[in-house]
């Protein structure tokens, strides 16, 4: 360790100055910070310091040494990721550096040097997921934060490059993480090498840590699940660096824990496991019961862990167990000797006598022990008693006492437990065998730590010794890496002093050093601890000074190792180190009953004293070392080596191993005793640093060197110590100069090839000098400012006099003026009020005079008024009752008058009548005397009528006027009555004048006192109107309140309303933004299993490859086909040469049957993962091959029947076709019958019109119908003809064998023009057997149409029905305005579905127009072909020659015709051989997909469906093929993603679907394909452009993902504004790899290349902003992965850098004007990120603010920015651990997931959104250098 005084190069004068700060000792924090209050002077024995807390102290120094204490390191220094960049190296900084990072910034791993330092977090952290793994994987160790993954990085890059094996020791104590972190270096090497084989090592390493945590792992004080051995496991890999296998060894088994624990500790865990499931049925037998009660399982009266059911952990060593291959029987052979184990522990041995024992008989524990083992009660009860001794001549057998006979019970139980041990430990060795060669390896080492406790005994001495070892190991390689820096560097080499630990190793291990004294009294008949104690005084006492006596004891002894003195006691160190067992014991054990295989696996190879077991009782623990596998022909000394000795080797076995490797240091700590969560004790963090080697790592690198600056990095940190004459163009030389005027002292420095090496301190006094001049600086420029500042302080505040004096005189004139104009004012005012006042006293008595004379004249003229009225009154009451008196009189005078003469009138009436009835008495007499005179009596009888027809009017009239005088009569009674009483009335009244009087008077009086009631009621009135006003003006405000509560609530209702609206548009949106992302995420798992079948299926290619290669294959044979096999088939894509391969397999399978076994299976086990697809595919070729079978079966039945049979079928089957034609039509006419009925019935209605147009349009159908009818019975002739002609012919021919047609035909004797002619007419039948086919399928799709349509007109109608009957219901204007708009809805709906009918209708008939075309053109041919041939009769004997037919030259149609044998040079030249450069430079964008199609309709446009298939098939395998070959080069996988993707859209825009012609011209409708409907292999052609963007993407993200990291965060793009510290790590010399350095214009030159590239082959626009949005997003993700995982990076500085290069990538984005496409959006969290480097970090509000802003960050990354932000000056601060909780707390509510790191995987579905082409096809002309010169235009 460096000391003060010589740690830096200047006078401690100089340094030890006020302010400065000093590292002092202290009891609890070990050491305790200090600050300097006065500045140090040679000579004075006392600093004066004031510690952190305010107390002001007096250091003093010590008398001798005059040693100053440690200086502190800058805090610009502090929290660094390696201990060596640390400018003062010395313990108390290299503690503090490791507790600031591991409590203040949560960081638990740490370099220093090449040792990584791990701190147990006691707390699961996200920090292990497979996203850090990927961001470690390929990185230099030092680029990235300390983690365990960059060890591991480091260790399998060295062994791929440098193709040497590799070690990782891992060390700590008990509970440190050693196991966690070897677990977690093996995780990482399977995720990035992946395994060989079929089966993960990794998992199964997974899968037997239960079982070893069960059998090696214990509770302990210190750890509840302590590993009580060690293991170093070898992970090999094979030449291609893949896992292949695993081997692991043991180490030093704690085997005294099976018979003793201390208290609060447990045994090993598996004991207690089999007690927890004793009640199980399969461990009834074992005849088990709880922990307390057995002596092994209860000596720590503590036998529950907290949190662990042991129950539970049973089952998952069990499982466990089955995964790596332990079956059933084993294990219950297991489960049974541990059981046996515990029950032995209980067996109790008394004494018989002093010097014997025995057990007593009948021993329950003894005897389930000896059922279970399968031995005799009797054999084993004597030999746990007794023990044989051997001379030369004889054998004694002697009783033991009981104390003897308990330590070999316990000898026994805990050699039986090692054995079990070490046979598990083989099995999984065997489990994790590799199968095949290793070729390199990588070792992980996890073992104990330095240990010392109060006693320590053999156990510690051994561990110690292995660590010891081990340190040495450690310094060597340090040293020489050491050196390998300086000599790389070209210094001058000096030697370096550091603690060489061989005296100590010597003092162990040489010849007569302790194990060889040990070895030697263990031989000795009568050795014992005491003598070999006193040979170990005499021998080393005097002669090592590392080796001492205590004072207090002659048993014990102290080594002083190189971490700390131990105390060792001698007692059992012999006994341990002799490890014997009783050899009778074993033999008993040999001859078990029992038939398990697994008791003679245990004790097979058993010799005397070879079990590494032990009988001594006491100490604390027991150890056992496995042996290595002893010869068969070894003496027997060989095997009576001691445990020292065999130990011995072991560990030089294992430093042989590590010295044949490359080692890598891992160290773990344990920070505090408790277990509690990121809490620092510096005591125990001190003792652990002290005893693993890291603080020797520093002295080692203090010693030197330790600071390490590039020139680059010295030159941006140092710049302003420069002036701008040192700066020169050679940094190199700038440095050299600058730093001989800094220092003084050149030793201090050195000058390497690429970096500055610096003596511990150089750096802290540079960044001293760095400090004071920008101190200075800053003292300057705040000079500056405060001085302009002061001074622009002054000019203002004398304008601002000068104003407030220039407004001040204002107002004081004008306050002047103000005063005069008041003045003025008042005297006018009082001058006009005086008058005011006396006119309106004037006014006041006029008008009261007025008013008085007023009252006074109206009071006399109403007295006078009063008195004419009264006269008046009176005389009009005389005349009117005088009048009234003279009326009565002279009524009643009248009335008496006209009753007089009445009387007498009807008095006389009397007399009269009764003189007429005697006349009528007289009459009738008459007649009876004169009967001849009937006619005149008739004549008279009528006059009679008549006159008494007038008689009853008269008295009618007389009734009516007796009536009225009645009336009259009455009338006038009751008027002379009124007279009587009017008459007695006016006498009546003279008498009342009197009262009438009188009561005048009492109505005047009353009249008064009603006047005043009146006023009364008047005032109460007014009284009442005033409070009603009041009250209405309350009710009125109350109103209005209630007005204004009203529109308070209108508004809340309509705010709510609003809201709800805006809530349901949100929620609206977040579905439709859901919807969107489900259907992303499922677009992207569909994406995804493309992916990964586009995998397997070059894995199968691979595969199937290697084992064609690795079998001979025989010559291929001819094999027959069908020539209908390829139309009879499914349309799927695989083409001919899948089909080749799947028949080269099978070939090879054939072969292989024969080949040896095991080959087969070792080519089996390769291709397991495969197996499912293959078995499928299988399945599906013989399906295939059963198809074939059967069609063969099927053509040989037709070919032995005659040749007529067919035809004879061929005739039938047209004749069914015209019947099935007429049966149509008879269905179209009674459609159309239908139809004309219901328009007739409705025609007057509206809609008729378009069903006249619809008939029409069927009418034409059916007369084209009719045209083809008639050219299908010519056709049906010829055909009948050709069949009289060649009848005689197939009648003679016989056939031997199944064959297709062609080749019959070819056998004729006239085999040409008949072969020709009967060529075309099967093609020509099998045309019109297709078209056939389809007219009749189109017709009755027609039919149901039509049906549909009259269904629908019946629906219509019925409810035309329903809305009539509801309208009548209605009132008469209700009811027509419903019919009018149920007529016009109804009348709207039938135009629109006609319209629509009518369109499809013209449609169909265009195209049924142009099929007929064709066909009929094809008819021609084929009938002008058979014009020209002879006769039928003369067919037999003369040879029809084949007529060629020239085709009229006509327009060209955008068609390409080629040939079938041409098919596969157009694949070649067009595809496979065609360079992308030249056709993206020269051509057309899209050529090749335009050629392709064109051919393709073609080939749609004769109709062949072979020729279709096996050109879209050819076409889809050949640029998989071209893909998979050139899958690396960009501008080819861009050139055929673009041509994929516009042959796509060619097969769209040209279907005929509707959807896809919107855009497309006259002439390309014409152009649409017109016989097959390709929509399958559109999805094809789809999943093909998905896989083939997945693969730009991929090779994309490869070219730019070396550029991101050093483009976006380490090349400064703003220069001079980061002045970024180094971060000083010395990187290894194999880790430095010479890269260019990119810089941001890199990227952006790249992503320019990309786009042009895109571009220039005619790629989309929408896929050209996918691609780069997924640009983008990777660059996003893996720059703020890096910023997660440097904490250099993470500084304010390098925050504006990154805004700076995102500004770029956006200017980018404009300049292409492609700001839309969603890629700014990707760059989101990077921005956020940096903006949290550059916002204020410390109040609450700054919390709220960062909070808000930081949406697209998760909480973990958040706080991780936080925890690594470091500053890069002294002028900045770092983040409090306050304010990091005030974050967490407020982000506590937030729904994400833990993950760290971003996910650069993720490839955002795609999508291809149809983009038709305005290029006709028929303009397009093909070049010459494409050699398509076997194409045809038509």
Same mark, same amino acid.
């Given at each position: 360790?460096?000391?003060?005084?010589?740690?830096?190069?200047?006078?401690?004068?100089?340094?030890?100055?006020?302010?400065?700060?000093?590292?002092?000792?202290?009891?609890?924090?070990?050491?305790?910070?200090?600050?300097?209050?006065?500045?140090?002077?040679?000579?004075?024995?006392?600093?004066?310091?004031?510690?952190?807390?305010?107390?002001?102290?007096?250091?003093?120094?010590?008398?001798?040494?005059?040693?100053?204490?440690?200086?502190?390191?800058?805090?610009?220094?502090?929290?660094?990721?390696?201990?060596?960049?640390?400018?003062?190296?010395?313990?108390?900084?290299?503690?503090?550096?490791?507790?600031?990072?591991?409590?203040?910034?949560?960081?638990?791993?740490?370099?220093?040097?090449?040792?990584?330092?791990?701190?147990?977090?006691?707390?699961?952290?996200?920090?292990?997921?497979?996203?850090?793994?990927?961001?470690?994987?390929?990185?230099?160790?030092?680029?990235?934060?300390?983690?365990?993954?960059?060890?591991?990085?480091?260790?399998?890059?060295?062994?791929?490059?440098?193709?040497?094996?590799?070690?990782?020791?891992?060390?700590?104590?008990?509970?440190?993480?050693?196991?966690?972190?070897?677990?977690?270096?093996?995780?990482?090497?399977?995720?990035?090498?992946?395994?060989?084989?079929?089966?993960?090592?990794?998992?199964?390493?997974?899968?037997?840590?239960?079982?070893?945590?069960?059998?090696?792992?214990?509770?302990?004080?210190?750890?509840?699940?302590?590993?009580?051995?060690?293991?170093?496991?070898?992970?090999?890999?094979?030449?291609?660096?893949?896992?292949?296998?695993?081997?692991?060894?043991?180490?030093?088994?704690?085997?005294?824990?099976?018979?003793?624990?201390?208290?609060?500790?447990?045994?090993?865990?598996?004991?207690?496991?089999?007690?927890?499931?004793?009640?199980?049925?399969?461990?009834?037998?074992?005849?088990?019961?709880?922990?307390?009660?057995?002596?092994?399982?209860?000596?720590?009266?503590?036998?529950?862990?907290?949190?662990?059911?042991?129950?539970?952990?049973?089952?998952?060593?069990?499982?466990?167990?089955?995964?790596?291959?332990?079956?059933?029987?084993?294990?219950?052979?297991?489960?049974?000797?541990?059981?046996?184990?515990?029950?032995?522990?209980?067996?109790?041995?008394?004494?018989?006598?002093?010097?014997?024992?025995?057990?007593?008989?009948?021993?329950?524990?003894?005897?389930?022990?000896?059922?279970?083992?399968?031995?005799?009660?009797?054999?084993?009860?004597?030999?746990?008693?007794?023990?044989?001794?051997?001379?030369?001549?004889?054998?004694?057998?002697?009783?033991?006492?009981?104390?003897?006979?308990?330590?070999?019970?316990?000898?026994?139980?805990?050699?039986?437990?090692?054995?079990?041990?070490?046979?598990?430990?083989?099995?999984?060795?065997?489990?994790?065998?590799?199968?095949?060669?290793?070729?390199?390896?990588?070792?992980?080492?996890?073992?104990?730590?330095?240990?010392?406790?109060?006693?320590?005994?053999?156990?510690?001495?051994?561990?110690?010794?292995?660590?010891?070892?081990?340190?040495?190991?450690?310094?060597?390689?340090?040293?020489?890496?050491?050196?390998?820096?300086?000599?790389?560097?070209?210094?001058?080499?000096?030697?370096?002093?550091?603690?060489?630990?061989?005296?100590?190793?010597?003092?162990?291990?040489?010849?007569?050093?302790?194990?060889?004294?040990?070895?030697?009294?263990?031989?000795?008949?009568?050795?014992?601890?005491?003598?070999?104690?006193?040979?170990?005084?005499?021998?080393?006492?005097?002669?090592?000074?590392?080796?001492?006596?205590?004072?207090?004891?002659?048993?014990?002894?102290?080594?002083?190792?190189?971490?700390?003195?131990?105390?060792?006691?001698?007692?059992?160190?012999?006994?341990?180190?002799?490890?014997?067992?009783?050899?009778?014991?074993?033999?008993?054990?040999?001859?078990?009953?029992?038939?398990?295989?697994?008791?003679?696996?245990?004790?097979?190879?058993?010799?005397?004293?070879?079990?590494?077991?032990?009988?001594?009782?006491?100490?604390?623990?027991?150890?056992?070392?496995?042996?290595?596998?002893?010869?068969?022909?070894?003496?027997?000394?060989?095997?009576?080596?001691?445990?020292?000795?065999?130990?011995?080797?072991?560990?030089?076995?294992?430093?042989?191993?590590?010295?044949?490797?490359?080692?890598?240091?891992?160290?773990?700590?344990?920070?505090?005793?408790?277990?509690?969560?990121?809490?620092?004790?510096?005591?125990?963090?001190?003792?652990?640093?002290?005893?693993?080697?890291?603080?020797?790592?520093?002295?080692?690198?203090?010693?030197?060197?330790?600071?390490?600056?590039?020139?680059?990095?010295?030159?941006?940190?140092?710049?302003?110590?420069?002036?701008?004459?040192?700066?020169?163009?050679?940094?190199?030389?700038?440095?050299?100069?600058?730093?001989?005027?800094?220092?003084?002292?050149?030793?201090?420095?050195?000058?390497?090839?690429?970096?500055?090496?610096?003596?511990?301190?150089?750096?802290?006094?540079?960044?001293?000098?760095?400090?004071?001049?920008?101190?200075?600086?800053?003292?300057? +420029? &705040? #000079?500056?400012? %405060?001085? /302009? !500042?002061? =001074?622009?302080? *002054?000019? @203002?505040?004398?304008? $601002?006099?000068?104003?407030?004096?220039?407004?001040?005189?204002?107002?004081?004139?004008?306050?002047?003026?103000?005063?005069?104009?008041?003045?003025?004012?008042?005297?006018?005012?009082?001058?006009?009020?005086?008058?005011?006042?006396?006119?309106?006293?004037?006014?006041?008595?006029?008008?009261?005079?007025?008013?008085?004379?007023?009252?006074?004249?109206?009071?006399?003229?109403?007295?006078?008024?009063?008195?004419?009225?009264?006269?008046?009154?009176?005389?009009? +009451? &005389? #005349?009117?009752? %005088?009048? /009234? !008196?003279? =009326?009565?009189? *002279?009524? @009643?005078?009248?009335? $008496?008058?006209?009753?007089?003469?009445?009387?007498?009138?009807?008095?006389?009436?009397?007399?009269?009548?009764?003189?007429?009835?005697?006349?009528?008495?007289?009459?009738?007499?008459?007649?009876?005397?004169?009967?001849?005179?009937?006619?005149?009596?008739?004549?008279?009888?009528?006059?009679?009528?008549?006159?008494?027809?007038?008689?009853?009017?008269?008295?009618?009239?007389?009734?009516?006027?007796?009536?009225?005088?009645?009336?009259?009569?009455?009338?006038?009674?009751?008027?002379?009555?009124?007279?009587?009483?009017?008459?007695?009335?006016?006498?009546?009244?003279?008498?009342?004048?009197?009262?009438?009087?009188?009561?005048?008077?009492?109505?005047?009086?009353?009249?008064?006192?009603?006047?005043?009631?009146?006023?009364?009621?008047?005032?109460?009135?007014?009284?009442?109107?005033?409070?009603?006003?009041?009250?209405?003006?309350?009710?009125?405000?109350?109103?209005?309140?209630?007005?204004?509560?009203?529109?308070?609530?209108?508004?809340?209702?309509?705010?709510?309303?609003?809201?709800?609206?805006?809530?349901?548009?949100?929620?609206?949106?977040?579905?439709?933004?859901?919807?969107?992302?489900?259907?992303?995420?499922?677009?992207?798992?569909?994406?995804?299993?493309?992916?990964?079948?586009?995998?397997?299926?070059?894995?199968?290619?691979?595969?199937?490859?290697?084992?064609?290669?690795?079998?001979?294959?025989?010559?291929?044979?001819?094999?027959?086909?069908?020539?209908?096999?390829?139309?009879?088939?499914?349309?799927?894509?695989?083409?001919?040469?899948?089909?080749?391969?799947?028949?080269?397999?099978?070939?090879?399978?054939?072969?292989?049957?024969?080949?040896?076994?095991?080959?087969?299976?070792?080519?089996?086990?390769?291709?397991?993962?495969?197996?499912?697809?293959?078995?499928?595919?299988?399945?599906?070729?013989?399906?295939?091959?059963?198809?074939?079978?059967?069609?063969?079966?099927?053509?040989?039945?037709?070919?032995?029947?005659?040749?007529?049979?067919?035809?004879?079928?061929?005739?039938?089957?047209?004749?069914?076709?015209?019947?099935?034609?007429?049966?149509?039509?008879?269905?179209?006419?009674?459609?159309?019958?239908?139809?004309?009925?219901?328009?007739?019935?409705?025609?007057?209605?509206?809609?008729?019109?378009?069903?006249?147009?619809?008939?029409?349009?069927?009418?034409?159908?059916?007369?084209?119908?009719?045209?083809?009818?008639?050219?299908?019975?010519?056709?049906?002739?010829?055909?009948?003809?050709?069949?009289?002609?060649?009848?005689?012919?197939?009648?003679?021919?016989?056939?031997?064998?199944?064959?297709?047609?062609?080749?019959?035909?070819?056998?004729?004797?006239?085999?040409?023009?008949?072969?020709?002619?009967?060529?075309?007419?099967?093609?020509?039948?099998?045309?019109?057997?297709?078209?056939?086919?389809?007219?009749?399928?189109?017709?009755?799709?027609?039919?149901?149409?039509?049906?549909?349509?009259?269904?629908?007109?019946?629906?219509?109608?019925?409810?035309?029905?329903?809305?009539?009957?509801?309208?009548?219901?209605?009132?008469?204007?209700?009811?027509?305005?419903?019919?009018?708009?149920?007529?016009?809805?109804?009348?709207?709906?039938?135009?629109?579905?006609?319209?629509?009918?009518?369109?499809?209708?013209?449609?169909?008939?265009?195209?049924?127009?142009?099929?007929?075309?064709?066909?009929?053109?094809?008819?021609?041919?084929?009938?002008?072909?058979?014009?020209?041939?002879?006769?039928?009769?003369?067919?037999?004997?003369?040879?029809?020659?084949?007529?060629?037919?020239?085709?009229?030259?006509?327009?060209?149609?955008?068609?390409?015709?080629?040939?079938?044998?041409?098919?596969?040079?157009?694949?070649?030249?067009?595809?496979?051989?065609?360079?992308?450069?030249?056709?993206?430079?020269?051509?057309?964008?899209?050529?090749?997909?335009?050629?392709?199609?064109?051919?393709?309709?073609?080939?749609?446009?004769?109709?062949?469906?072979?020729?279709?298939?096996?050109?879209?098939?050819?076409?889809?395998?050949?640029?998989?093929?071209?893909?998979?070959?050139?899958?690396?080069?960009?501008?080819?996988?861009?050139?055929?993603?673009?041509?994929?993707?516009?042959?796509?859209?060619?097969?769209?825009?040209?279907?005929?679907?509707?959807?896809?012609?919107?855009?497309?011209?006259?002439?390309?409708?014409?152009?649409?394909?017109?016989?097959?409907?390709?929509?399958?292999?559109?999805?094809?052609?789809?999943?093909?452009?998905?896989?083939?963007?997945?693969?730009?993407?991929?090779?994309?993200?490869?070219?730019?993902?070396?550029?991101?990291?050093?483009?976006?965060?380490?090349?400064?793009?703003?220069?001079?504004?980061?002045?970024?510290?180094?971060?000083?790590?010395?990187?290894?010399?194999?880790?430095?790899?010479?890269?260019?350095?990119?810089?941001?214009?890199?990227?952006?030159?790249?992503?320019?290349?990309?786009?042009?590239?895109?571009?220039?082959?005619?790629?989309?626009?929408?896929?050209?902003?996918?691609?780069?949005?997924?640009?983008?997003?990777?660059?996003?993700?893996?720059?703020?992965?890096?910023?997660?995982?440097?904490?250099?990076?993470?500084?304010?500085?390098?925050?504006?850098?990154?805004?700076?290069?995102?500004?770029?990538?956006?200017?980018?984005?404009?300049?292409?004007?492609?700001?839309?496409?969603?890629?700014?959006?990707?760059?989101?969290?990077?921005?956020?990120?940096?903006?949290?480097?550059?916002?204020?970090?410390?109040?609450?509000?700054?919390?709220?603010?960062?909070?808000?802003?930081?949406?697209?960050?998760?909480?973990?990354?958040?706080?991780?920015?936080?925890?690594?932000?470091?500053?890069?000056?002294?002028?900045?601060?770092?983040?409090?651990?306050?304010?990091?909780?005030?974050?967490?707390?407020?982000?506590?509510?937030?729904?994400?997931?833990?993950?760290?790191?971003?996910?650069?995987?993720?490839?955002?579905?795609?999508?291809?959104?149809?983009?038709?082409?305005?290029?006709?096809?028929?303009?397009?002309?093909?070049?010459?250098?494409?050699?398509?010169?076997?194409?045809?235009?038509?």
């Amino acid at each position: 360790m460096e000391k003060g005084h010589d740690s830096c190069s200047m006078a401690a004068s100089e340094l030890y100055t006020k302010f400065a700060r000093v590292w002092i000792p202290d009891a609890e924090e070990v050491w305790k910070s200090a600050e300097l209050t006065k500045n140090y002077k040679h000579g004075d024995s006392t600093l004066h310091l004031t510690l952190e807390d305010g107390m002001d102290i007096e250091h003093k120094l010590d008398d001798k040494t005059k040693n100053l204490p440690h200086l502190r390191n800058p805090d610009i220094l502090v929290g660094e990721n390696d201990l060596t960049a640390l400018s003062y190296l010395h313990e108390p900084a290299v503690l503090h550096n490791l507790k600031v990072r591991f409590t203040d910034s949560k960081l638990i791993y740490t370099y220093c040097g090449i040792v990584l330092v791990a701190i147990n977090p006691y707390e699961n952290l996200p920090i292990y997921g497979s996203d850090i793994i990927n961001a470690y994987s390929g990185q230099n160790m030092g680029d990235m934060d300390p983690h365990i993954f960059a060890v591991a990085e480091e260790a399998y890059k060295q062994m791929a490059r440098d193709e040497r094996n590799q070690s990782i020791i891992v060390s700590g104590e008990s509970g440190a993480g050693k196991t966690v972190s070897a677990k977690y270096a093996m995780r990482y090497f399977a995720t990035v090498s992946g395994a060989a084989t079929e089966a993960n090592v990794e998992e199964k390493v997974l899968a037997s840590n239960p079982i070893m945590e069960a059998i090696g792992n214990a509770k302990t004080t210190r750890n509840d699940n302590s590993s009580r051995f060690g293991k170093y496991i070898e992970i090999g890999f094979d030449k291609r660096y893949r896992i292949i296998g695993a081997n692991m060894r043991t180490y030093l088994l704690e085997k005294s824990r099976v018979v003793f624990q201390a208290d609060e500790e447990r045994n090993y865990h598996i004991f207690y496991q089999l007690c927890a499931s004793s009640h199980l049925p399969e461990f009834k037998n074992l005849k088990l019961g709880s922990a307390d009660d057995f002596h092994c399982t209860n000596q720590g009266q503590n036998p529950i862990i907290d949190g662990v059911d042991d129950a539970k952990e049973m089952c998952t060593t069990r499982h466990a167990f089955s995964l790596l291959g332990i079956n059933e029987l084993n294990q219950r052979g297991l489960f049974q000797v541990l059981a046996a184990i515990l029950h032995l522990g209980n067996v109790e041995i008394k004494d018989r006598d002093s010097d014997s024992s025995i057990i007593p008989p009948n021993n329950r524990h003894l005897t389930v022990f000896c059922e279970l083992m399968g031995v005799t009660y009797q054999d084993m009860s004597h030999w746990l008693c007794h023990k044989k001794l051997k001379t030369a001549q004889e054998t004694y057998i002697k009783p033991i006492p009981r104390l003897q006979a308990s330590n070999a019970r316990d000898a026994l139980a805990k050699h039986i437990y090692a054995k079990v041990f070490n046979w598990i430990v083989d099995h999984v060795n065997k489990s994790l065998r590799a199968t095949v060669k290793q070729h390199s390896f990588i070792g992980v080492l996890d073992i104990y730590g330095f240990e010392t406790f109060e006693i320590n005994s053999f156990e510690q001495f051994c561990i110690n010794y292995a660590n010891e070892k081990l340190q040495q190991q450690f310094n060597m390689h340090v040293f020489k890496l050491e050196q390998e820096e300086y000599l790389k560097e070209q210094i001058p080499w000096t030697l370096i002093d550091f603690y060489d630990n061989q005296p100590c190793i010597n003092l162990i291990e040489a010849k007569m050093g302790v194990l060889d004294l040990l070895d030697e009294e263990c031989k000795m008949p009568k050795g014992s601890d005491d003598s070999w104690a006193q040979k170990l005084y005499n021998t080393h006492l005097k002669t090592c000074s590392l080796f001492e006596k205590p004072r207090m004891s002659n048993k014990a002894f102290i080594i002083q190792h190189f971490a700390d003195k131990v105390q060792y006691q001698c007692d059992g160190f012999l006994e341990k180190n002799k490890d014997t067992v009783n050899e009778e014991q074993i033999n008993v054990l040999k001859a078990s009953k029992l038939k398990l295989d697994l008791l003679v696996e245990l004790f097979q190879d058993e010799e005397k004293a070879t079990s590494p077991t032990g009988t001594a009782a006491g100490g604390r623990t027991r150890l056992s070392v496995k042996p290595k596998e002893i010869r068969p022909g070894a003496s027997s000394k060989e095997h009576k080596k001691t445990v020292g000795c065999q130990f011995r080797n072991s560990l030089a076995m294992l430093m042989e191993t590590l010295n044949a490797t490359t080692p890598h240091y891992v160290r773990c700590i344990k920070p505090n005793d408790l277990k509690f969560p990121f809490t620092f004790d510096p005591k125990r963090a001190v003792q652990q640093l002290r005893a693993c080697g890291v603080l020797e790592t520093i002295r080692i690198s203090a010693a030197g060197f330790p600071s390490r600056w590039t020139y680059q990095e010295f030159f941006s940190r140092y710049r302003v110590l420069m002036k701008q004459k040192d700066v020169l163009s050679d940094r190199r030389l700038t440095c050299r100069n600058v730093l001989e005027k800094l220092v003084q002292d050149q030793d201090k420095y050195q000058f390497g090839k690429t970096k500055i090496f610096f003596r511990a301190g150089q750096v802290a006094y540079l960044e001293k000098l760095r400090a004071d001049k920008l101190r200075k600086a800053c003292v300057r +420029i &705040q #000079k500056t400012i %405060r001085c /302009w !500042l002061v =001074r622009k302080k *002054y000019l @203002r505040k004398k304008h $601002a006099a000068i104003t407030i004096q220039r407004y001040t005189r204002g107002h004081q004139a004008r306050c002047l003026v103000k005063y005069m104009r008041q003045t003025l004012a008042a005297i006018t005012i009082q001058k006009f009020q005086r008058m005011c006042v006396q006119r309106k006293l004037y006014l006041q008595k006029q008008a009261a005079a007025l008013v008085m004379q007023t009252i006074l004249r109206a009071y006399m003229a109403r007295q006078k008024y009063q008195g004419l009225l009264r006269n008046h009154k009176a005389v009009f +009451i &005389q #005349k009117h009752v %005088r009048g /009234w !008196l003279a =009326r009565q009189r *002279y009524k @009643r005078s009248l009335r $008496a008058i006209v009753y007089l003469q009445c009387c007498i009138r009807r008095m006389k009436a009397k007399k009269e009548l009764k003189k007429l009835k005697i006349e009528a008495r007289s009459v009738e007499h008459f007649k009876k005397l004169n009967v001849g005179m009937e006619n005149k009596i008739m004549q008279l009888q009528r006059k009679l009528d008549e006159q008494a027809k007038d008689n009853r009017v008269t008295s009618e009239r007389l009734n009516c006027l007796e009536t009225s005088h009645a009336v009259e009569s009455e009338k006038l009674k009751v008027e002379v009555s009124k007279l009587k009483g009017i008459e007695e009335e006016a006498k009546n009244n003279a008498n009342r004048v009197t009262s009438l009087l009188e009561e005048l008077e009492k109505l005047r009086k009353e009249l008064t006192t009603t006047q005043k009631e009146k006023k009364t009621i008047e005032d109460w009135a007014t009284k009442y109107r005033d409070e009603m006003e009041k009250m209405v003006a309350e009710l009125k405000e109350q109103n209005g309140l209630l007005k204004t509560e009203k529109d308070d609530l209108n508004r809340m209702i309509k705010e709510q309303s609003q809201q709800m609206t805006e809530k349901m548009a949100r929620a609206l949106a977040e579905e439709t933004q859901q919807l969107e992302s489900d259907l992303n995420e499922e677009r992207s798992r569909y994406q995804n299993l493309l992916t990964e079948h586009l995998r397997l299926e070059e894995r199968y290619d691979d595969l199937k490859e290697e084992i064609t290669l690795s079998v001979s294959v025989p010559k291929p044979g001819h094999r027959r086909t069908d020539s209908t096999h390829s139309s009879n088939g499914s349309e799927c894509t695989y083409n001919s040469e899948f089909a080749e391969s799947e028949e080269s397999s099978r070939h090879g399978e054939d072969v292989t049957r024969g080949m040896d076994t095991s080959l087969t299976l070792k080519l089996q086990k390769r291709v397991t993962e495969l197996e499912q697809e293959k078995s499928s595919l299988r399945n599906e070729l013989e399906n295939k091959e059963e198809q074939f079978q059967r069609a063969r079966v099927r053509d040989d039945e037709e070919h032995r029947k005659s040749r007529g049979a067919e035809l004879e079928y061929e005739s039938l089957k047209r004749q069914e076709l015209d019947s099935e034609n007429k049966k149509l039509k008879h269905d179209l006419t009674a459609m159309r019958q239908s139809l004309l009925g219901n328009a007739g019935a409705g025609a007057g209605a509206p809609g008729s019109p378009p069903y006249k147009v619809l008939m029409d349009q069927l009418n034409s159908s059916c007369e084209e119908l009719e045209v083809r009818k008639e050219e299908v019975l010519i056709l049906r002739s010829q055909l009948v003809s050709q069949k009289e002609a060649m009848q005689h012919k197939d009648e003679k021919e016989t056939m031997t064998e199944p064959v297709h047609y062609v080749e019959d035909v070819h056998k004729m004797k006239d085999s040409g023009a008949i072969t020709q002619a009967y060529l075309g007419l099967k093609e020509t039948n099998r045309l019109l057997e297709g078209q056939m086919q389809q007219q009749r399928r189109s017709y009755d799709n027609e039919v149901e149409v039509l049906r549909g349509e009259l269904q629908s007109v019946k629906e219509e109608n019925n409810r035309q029905q329903q809305l009539l009957a509801q309208n009548l219901q209605l009132p008469p204007e209700a009811r027509i305005e419903a019919s009018l708009q149920h007529e016009i809805t109804r009348l709207t709906n039938e135009n629109l579905d006609l319209m629509e009918q009518l369109e499809k209708q013209d449609k169909t008939i265009r195209k049924l127009k142009k099929q007929l075309k064709v066909f009929s053109k094809k008819i021609g041919e084929m009938g002008a072909g058979q014009g020209e041939t002879i006769s039928p009769g003369q067919m037999v004997e003369e040879t029809v020659r084949p007529v060629n037919i020239p085709r009229r030259e006509k327009d060209f149609q955008g068609m390409l015709e080629y040939k079938k044998e041409d098919e596969l040079k157009l694949v070649k030249n067009l595809i496979l051989e065609l360079k992308p450069r030249g056709v993206a430079v020269n051509l057309i964008p899209g050529l090749p997909a335009y050629i392709l199609f064109m051919c393709l309709r073609h080939a749609d446009y004769v109709n062949d469906d072979q020729k279709v298939r096996t050109l879209l098939t050819s076409t889809i395998n050949s640029i998989k093929k071209i893909l998979k070959k050139r899958g690396d080069d960009f501008e080819t996988v861009s050139f055929w993603l673009s041509n994929t993707c516009r042959f796509l859209h060619c097969l769209k825009q040209y279907s005929g679907d509707e959807s896809f012609m919107k855009h497309n011209t006259p002439k390309q409708n014409d152009h649409c394909l017109s016989n097959f409907d390709l929509a399958e292999y559109r999805q094809v052609l789809s999943d093909l452009a998905i896989q083939i963007y997945q693969q730009l993407i991929k090779c994309m993200e490869n070219i730019l993902q070396p550029m991101i990291v050093s483009g976006m965060l380490e090349h400064e793009t703003i220069q001079g504004v980061s002045g970024v510290k180094p971060t000083g790590l010395r990187k290894r010399t194999s880790s430095i790899a010479d890269e260019g350095t990119y810089t941001l214009e890199s990227i952006l030159r790249q992503l320019s290349a990309f786009h042009s590239t895109m571009c220039q082959h005619g790629t989309d626009p929408e896929l050209i902003k996918q691609v780069v949005k997924q640009q983008f997003y990777i660059i996003g993700a893996v720059t703020l992965n890096n910023l997660l995982l440097r904490k250099d990076m993470c500084s304010w500085s390098k925050g504006m850098q990154i805004r700076y290069n995102v500004s770029q990538l956006e200017e980018w984005l404009r300049d292409k004007s492609l700001m839309l496409c969603g890629a700014k959006e990707t760059l989101e969290p990077l921005i956020q990120a940096a903006q949290l480097l550059q916002v204020k970090k410390k109040t609450d509000e700054d919390a709220e603010a960062i909070c808000s802003m930081c949406n697209s960050l998760s909480t973990s990354q958040i706080v991780k920015v936080l925890n690594l932000y470091t500053p890069v000056n002294e002028f900045e601060e770092r983040v409090s651990v306050t304010f990091i909780r005030t974050i967490q707390t407020r982000l506590r509510d937030r729904c994400e997931t833990p993950q760290l790191l971003m996910d650069t995987k993720i490839i955002y579905p795609v999508t291809f959104p149809f983009n038709p082409s305005s290029l006709a096809l028929e303009t397009i002309q093909i070049p010459g250098s494409l050699n398509l010169a076997f194409l045809t235009r038509v």
